[in-house]
């Protein structure tokens, strides 16, 4: 088990634009705690993660992915989200997920999660919104810190999955 911090940073200018420009949706999780291997994620959508979604995913026996902790209201999370869903609509490798880390600070169930997994609790690794999350399936995990469009994400990701 094993936390890093990783910063990429290019100075390359969002070539994406375009892409932030388009419908946002409203991403709010719904209260539906989807499992790791539900036909919605398997046609290219996002997933929206529970709590033991989250655990499951740092306990390294699933898939690489990209998680997103978000806030229903944070305007950076919901232009984040056409990023989100061209990843995940280009990239079988790893799976792409959203956390719904707000509510569940607030609602003060996050607790230690993280921190038995991974070695540091998730709550104190959110220092804004969106924290994007990559974990390796085998129990490493890392923040991105990077620019936040889907090219610079994927690089990073394979930079970190070491492919």
């Known amino acids: 088990m094993s936390f890093c911090l990783i910063n ?6 969002a070539q994406q634009m ?9 991403f709010a999780p ?17 997933q929206y993660l529970s709590l033991n979604g989250m655990k499951k995913y740092m306990n390294g026996k699933n898939k690489p992915c990209v ?8 305007s ?23 956390f719904n880390a707000y509510k569940h600070r607030e609602n003060k169930d996050i607790g230690n999660l993280g921190e038995d997994q991974i070695g540091i609790k998730i709550d104190d690794a959110i220092k804004g919104y969106p924290t994007i999350f990559f974990f390796d399936g085998n129990g490493t995990a890392a923040v991105y810190d990077g620019d936040r469009n889907a090219k610079e994400i994927n690089q990073a990701m394979k930079i970190f999955l070491k492919i």
Do not use: M
């Open 8 to 13: 990429i940073k290019k100075n390359i200018l």
């Open 18 to 26: 375009g892409q932030t420009q388009t419908k946002l949706q409203d």
């Open 30 to 46: 719904t209260e539906k705690n989807l499992n790791l291997e539900n036909d919605e994620f398997k046609k290219n959508k996002i």
């Open 67 to 74: 998680v997103a902790a978000t806030a229903e209201w944070c």
């Open 76 to 98: 950076h999370c919901k232009t984040l989200r056409p990023v989100l869903d061209d990843l995940r609509s280009k990239k079988k490798s790893y799976n792409v997920a959203l």
